[in-house]
């Protein structure tokens, strides 16, 4: 083990009683990104919380997770560490889901979720409405098809309402025992029984062998030659859609954004959009669209969803000359990572064109969309996939109003989304 500094990690004094946590809430980027100018790469901003910056310390730190670290612990559970057989259940249900996730499973799938997302679009024609609020709506009927031949009555509700409670929790990022009787927790268990009390069902009835059609995560689950223990497969085709609404609802309320705030560039993807073959942009929407896959990694970049992610040190881990104890929470910040200038060109400035250039426009491990490593958001090939459906389809299918965007600020809260947008589709007439 490294040999701990003398030195103690430097960062604002006062512990849980600073001023820094008030600055902190009321400015969160900018708060952190001024203490690494302060401190350095590596910093404490509290008594068991650590900050860093350097993109080879999170790489680090992300490919070692279920070693020396954990993704950070739920609050509703008293902030306890998972147990081994806990994340090894986890480790199992992402294994399960895999087949169906992985970029090469997508090609026949997409077509299925390309369809759903046309018909969410169509949906909010004519009214004006907040993206960020219809985002998580959107992309989980957008994702359901993919998971099922024929989603079932009220589980996108059912997942809809543990995310929001799960939502609630995040907000309040507070610290629960778990013998504590705590309305919030109750409220997220039972959204959480509801999902699978609307898939159990689903994972008993005999099905007819796929004749030619698309394989959904159900199908996968009930052919396999070995089993799938039920509550595996239950996380699988629940837990695993729940875990990606945040992220992928925050990247599309941000698309939406940029698209309407580069008339320039939107036209420039309406024209490859036109001329790209329909089947092929439905089924492989990153061959087939080379600059809206740039734009898309740009918005990413720009505006990553999961703008703070951390986790939780299981064992003493060593950050550069330090060694931080076991239970210590560490962070880092994709959006200050994205946007440090000595990893990246003109970090302030968005362009596409950056990613168009041949070589990777980045330092090696300073773009975290999606995170990196054993539990790395498990949906990223899907989730990037219904970007580039989305700008596709407002591309051929509709024009997008979004008046006022002088005044739209990112909002910092659990998820990274726009706050202040208001926009209006209006479906193109084609001659």
């Known amino acids: 083990m490294a040999k701990r500094t003398a030195e103690p990690i430097p960062g604002p004094r006062n512990g849980v009683f600073g001023r820094h946590l008030d600055d902190y809430e009321s400015h969160p980027a900018e708060f952190l990104k001024d203490c690494r100018r302060k401190y350095g790469d590596v910093f404490r901003f509290d008594t068991d919380v650590v900050v860093?910056?350097?993109?080879?310390?999170?790489?680090?730190?992300?490919?070692?997770?279920?070693?020396?670290?954990?993704?950070?612990?739920n609050p509703l559970h008293g902030g306890r560490f998972p147990t081994p057989e806990q994340t090894a259940q986890w480790m199992r249900t992402r294994q399960a889901a895999l087949p169906v996730l992985r970029s090469a499973a997508l090609p026949g799938l997409l077509p299925l979720v390309s369809a759903a997302l046309a018909g969410e679009l169509r949906a909010l024609e004519g009214g004006w409405f907040d993206p960020a609020e219809r985002a998580w709506r959107v992309c989980v009927n957008t994702m359901l098809p993919l998971y099922f031949p024929?989603?079932?009555?009220?589980?996108?509700?059912?997942?809809?309402?543990?995310?929001?409670?799960?939502?609630?929790?995040?907000?309040?990022?507070?610290?629960?025992?778990?013998?504590?009787?705590?309305?919030?927790r109750r409220r997220v268990q039972r959204a959480d029984q509801s999902i699978r009390d609307t898939i159990a069902p689903l994972l008993t009835e005999e099905r007819p062998a796929s004749q030619g059609e698309p394989v959904t995560l159900l199908d996968h689950l009930l052919t396999r030659?070995?089993?799938?223990?039920?509550?595996?497969?239950?996380?699988?085709?629940?837990?695993?859609?729940l875990g990606a609404i945040g992220t992928m609802g925050g990247a599309w309320s941000w698309l939406l954004y940029h698209l309407a705030a580069r008339p320039d560039l939107f036209d420039r993807i309406r024209a490859e959009v036109a001329a790209a073959p329909a089947e092929e942009v439905a089924a492989r929407p990153d061959r087939a669209l080379p600059f809206t896959q740039a734009f898309v990694n740009e918005v990413l970049r720009f505006h990553p969803p999961a703008w703070l992610l951390g986790r939780d040190a299981v064992?003493?881990?060593?950050?550069?000359?330090?060694?931080?104890?076991?239970?210590?929470?560490?962070?880092?910040?994709?959006?200050?990572?994205?946007?440090?200038?000595?990893?990246?060109?003109?970090?302030?400035?968005?362009?596409?064109?950056?990613?168009?250039?041949?070589?990777?426009?980045?330092?090696p491990g300073a773009y975290q969309p999606f995170a990196a490593?054993?539990?790395?958001?498990?949906?990223?090939?899907?989730?990037?996939?219904?970007?580039?459906?989305?700008?596709?389809?407002?591309?051929?299918?509709?024009?997008?109003?979004?008046?006022?965007?002088?005044?739209?600020?990112?909002?910092?809260?659990?998820?990274?989304?726009?706050?202040?947008?208001s926009c209006r589709l209006t479906a193109r007439h084609h001659r």
């Open 52 to 73: 860093i910056s350097d993109p080879a310390e999170i790489t680090k730190v992300l490919v070692h997770t279920n070693r020396d670290c954990v993704p950070n612990a």
């Open 150 to 184: 024929d989603p079932p009555p009220g589980l996108a509700d059912a997942l809809l309402t543990a995310f929001t409670e799960g939502r609630k929790a995040g907000e309040a990022a507070i610290r629960i025992p778990s013998w504590w009787p705590s309305r919030l």
């Open 225 to 241: 030659d070995e089993p799938v223990p039920a509550d595996v497969a239950q996380a699988a085709l629940g837990i695993t859609v």
């Open 315 to 363: 064992t003493d881990v060593t950050l550069g000359r330090w060694t931080v104890p076991r239970g210590t929470a560490i962070m880092f910040s994709p959006y200050l990572l994205h946007h440090d200038e000595r990893h990246w060109k003109e970090p302030e400035r968005f362009d596409p064109g950056r990613w168009l250039r041949g070589d990777p426009p980045h330092a």
């Open 373 to 421: 490593g054993p539990r790395g958001c498990l949906g990223t090939h899907l989730g990037t996939a219904i970007l580039l459906l989305t700008a596709a389809h407002l591309a051929t299918d509709h024009d997008l109003d979004a008046p006022g965007l002088d005044r739209v600020r990112p909002l910092f809260g659990p998820t990274l989304i726009p706050e202040g947008m």
